[in-house]
């Protein structure tokens, strides 16, 4: 009852703000930006929103040399730590107070562009977009538009990826770029690559093509059952290759019931060296989760499976990268059948494996 008495009030305020809120006339034409301009993104939620938000960050950094700061969560701020594009990383404390002390130190910072990075309307991003105090506000052609200076049409989801709608701001600055050269981007720290390595060498002995077989994403309607994981990893022991099973900590349990504890990989909380094993591969088989676009950042080839139920846009799909996936338009995998993913993963893993002798 709570939940939908504060989904009312959002949509009350939301109204209100964009009905007295009036758009800022602001002269047409390219914005200049220098490397003296000071940007700030905001990029709330999840791992992914962050991870696909970095080839724009890229793209700004490359073409401007601007100082980019960035609002993120705490729920995905350490994607953009380690990142060189990046000047400083601010981490969103939810509730009134948080709000209220994000929005002081936001309006201090004094910045000079501001970007709202959501493809859809946050109430909540929203009321701060509203509230910070900067010249240029940037967003999508959406809802909340008179809360912006400058927007730009939202691409149509049912054809762009996410990716190539975040860098459809790059047409307000006159800036091109190659979408063939577009990249998402994380990086380890040395010493966790370092971590990893010591991991896969002190668990194989030859080098051969490592696969990695991922059973957990955000949601348990993405896991793809026990049965099913252990059948492919039964099958998949016939081939001369490397295997390692990637899990979360929630998913420990099922893990140990599909393969033996040595071969399993569990990182816990810690992001990078979860990202700095994936980076590791030959080869990611995985349901639709952070992972596919970790998998990117080195072009590493991902077969994925995919809940697209109710989902009017095109699939989160690593970017750049060799891809196939299974796709089911049910709410959940479980009457995905192995034999239809093996028969198309089969064809998928060959062509690498052949490529690795």
Same mark, same amino acid.
């Given at each position: 009852?709570?939940?939908?008495?504060?989904?009312?009030?959002?949509?009350?305020?939301?109204?209100?703000?964009?009905?007295?809120?009036?758009?800022?006339? &602001?002269?047409?034409?390219?914005?200049?930006?220098?490397?003296?301009?000071?940007?700030?993104?905001?990029?709330?939620?999840?791992?992914?929103?962050?991870?696909?938000?970095?080839?724009?960050?890229?793209?700004?950094?490359?073409?401007? %040399?601007?100082?980019?700061?960035?609002?993120?969560?705490?729920?995905?701020?350490?994607?953009?730590?380690?990142?060189p594009d990046i000047e400083e990383v601010f981490v969103f404390d939810k509730g009134l107070t948080g709000f209220f002390r994000t929005l002081k130190i936001m309006n201090s910072k004094k910045f000079d562009v501001l970007f709202?990075?959501?493809?859809?309307?946050?109430?909540?991003?929203?009321?701060?977009?509203?509230?910070?105090?900067?010249?240029?506000?940037?967003?999508?052609?959406?809802?909340?538009?008179?809360?912006?200076?400058?927007?730009?049409?939202?691409?149509?989801?049912?054809? !762009?990826?996410? +990716?190539?709608?975040?860098?459809?701001?790059?047409?307000?600055?006159? &800036?091109?770029?190659?979408?063939?050269?577009?990249?998402?981007?994380?990086?380890?720290?040395?010493? +966790?690559?370092?971590?990893?390595?010591?991991?896969?060498?002190?668990?194989?002995?030859?080098?051969?093509?490592?696969?990695?077989?991922?059973?957990?994403?955000?949601?348990?309607?993405?896991?793809?059952?026990?049965?099913?994981?252990?059948?492919?990893?039964?099958?998949?022991?016939?081939?001369?290759?490397?295997?390692?099973?990637?899990?979360?900590?929630?998913?420990?349990?099922?893990?140990?019931?599909?393969? %033996?504890?040595?071969?399993?990989?569990?990182?816990?909380?810690?992001?990078?060296?979860?990202?700095?094993?994936?980076?590791?591969?030959?080869?990611?088989?995985?349901?639709?989760?952070?992972?596919?676009?970790?998998?990117?950042?080195? !072009?590493?080839? +991902?077969?994925?499976?995919?809940?697209? !139920?109710?989902?009017?846009?095109?699939?989160?799909?690593?970017? %750049?990268?060799?891809?196939?996936?299974?796709?089911?338009?049910?709410? %959940?995998?479980?009457? +995905?059948?192995?034999?239809?993913?093996?028969?198309?993963?089969?064809?998928?893993?060959?062509?690498?494996?052949?490529?690795?002798?």
């Amino acid at each position: 009852m709570l939940k939908k008495i504060e989904y009312l009030l959002k949509n009350l305020l939301m109204l209100f703000l964009s009905v007295t809120t009036k758009k800022s006339k &602001i002269a047409g034409g390219i914005i200049k930006v220098d490397s003296e301009t000071k940007c700030l993104l905001i990029r709330l939620n999840r791992i992914g929103d962050a991870l696909v938000t970095t080839p724009f960050i890229n793209i700004l950094k490359s073409k401007t %040399n601007c100082k980019i700061y960035l609002l993120a969560d705490k729920k995905n701020n350490f994607v953009f730590e380690n990142n060189p594009d990046i000047e400083e990383v601010f981490v969103f404390d939810k509730g009134l107070t948080g709000f209220f002390r994000t929005l002081k130190i936001m309006n201090s910072k004094k910045f000079d562009v501001l970007f709202d990075m959501h493809d859809d309307v946050s109430a909540t991003v929203s009321f701060l977009i509203s509230f910070i105090k900067c010249p240029v506000k940037i967003g999508f052609e959406k809802s909340n538009k008179n809360i912006f200076t400058h927007t730009v049409p939202r691409p149509d989801p049912l054809k !762009y990826h996410i +990716v190539e709608r975040l860098c459809s701001f790059t047409k307000l600055f006159g &800036i091109d770029y190659k979408k063939e050269g577009i990249r998402i981007i994380f990086n380890p720290k040395e010493t +966790v690559i370092k971590k990893a390595d010591e991991f896969l060498n002190n668990l194989f002995t030859r080098n051969r093509f490592l696969l990695g077989v991922n059973i957990s994403a955000g949601s348990d309607a993405r896991f793809w059952g026990i049965e099913n994981y252990k059948k492919l990893i039964e099958t998949l022991s016939e081939f001369d290759l490397n295997l390692i099973l990637i899990t979360h900590q929630k998913d420990f349990t099922k893990a140990i019931e599909i393969i %033996n504890s040595k071969y399993i990989f569990c990182s816990g909380d810690d992001f990078a060296y979860f990202a700095a094993i994936i980076k590791k591969l030959d080869l990611l088989f995985t349901p639709d989760t952070s992972a596919v676009h970790l998998a990117a950042t080195n !072009y590493i080839p +991902v077969f994925g499976l995919y809940v697209k !139920y109710k989902l009017n846009e095109v699939i989160w799909s690593p970017y %750049n990268t060799d891809f196939d996936c299974i796709i089911t338009e049910k709410p %959940n995998l479980l009457d +995905v059948k192995f034999d239809d993913v093996w028969s198309k993963f089969e064809k998928f893993l060959f062509k690498y494996l052949n490529e690795k002798k």
